[in-house]
């Protein structure tokens, strides 16, 4: 089981930044992908960013230039870098790790991003 933990959310007001970490308990090395979720309330959860573990990255059209993925495999760390934020990327923030090409999907705790206007 890899336990997952966020960390980075907060409030801020629009136009700033945030960095998100999530930091796994083993290495990401196994991990054949590895992402940025949200979920606002009232609304179904999305992905926001992905990065393979060989590949390239992909972000929904909503964050597109703003928002940008990282890992960074000595730490066991995936990082969600956010600028230019907005009142609408006020939501719970979750990282999601899948081990493999046919294994288990893992997800952190989620971590609360809140954006003022």
């Known amino acids: 089981q890899v336990q997952l933990v966020e960390s980075g959310g907060g409030l801020v007001q629009a136009g700033g930044s945030l960095r998100l970490s999530c930091a796994a308990s083993e290495s990401i090395l196994s991990m054949s992908a590895m992402g940025w979720s949200r979920q606002a309330p009232g609304k179904q959860r999305e992905l926001v960013a992905g990065i393979p573990g060989v590949g390239v990255t992909h972000y929904a059209d909503s964050v597109k230039g703003r928002f940008t993925i990282s890992k960074d495999n000595a730490k066991n760390t995936v990082y969600l870098q956010m600028n230019s934020l907005k009142p609408e990327d006020t939501a719970v923030y979750y990282c999601?790790?899948?081990?493999?090409?046919?294994?288990?999907?893992?997800w952190g705790q989620g971590t609360q991003v809140t954006v003022s206007s």
């Open positions: 999601n790790m899948k081990r493999g090409t046919y294994g288990s999907t893992y």
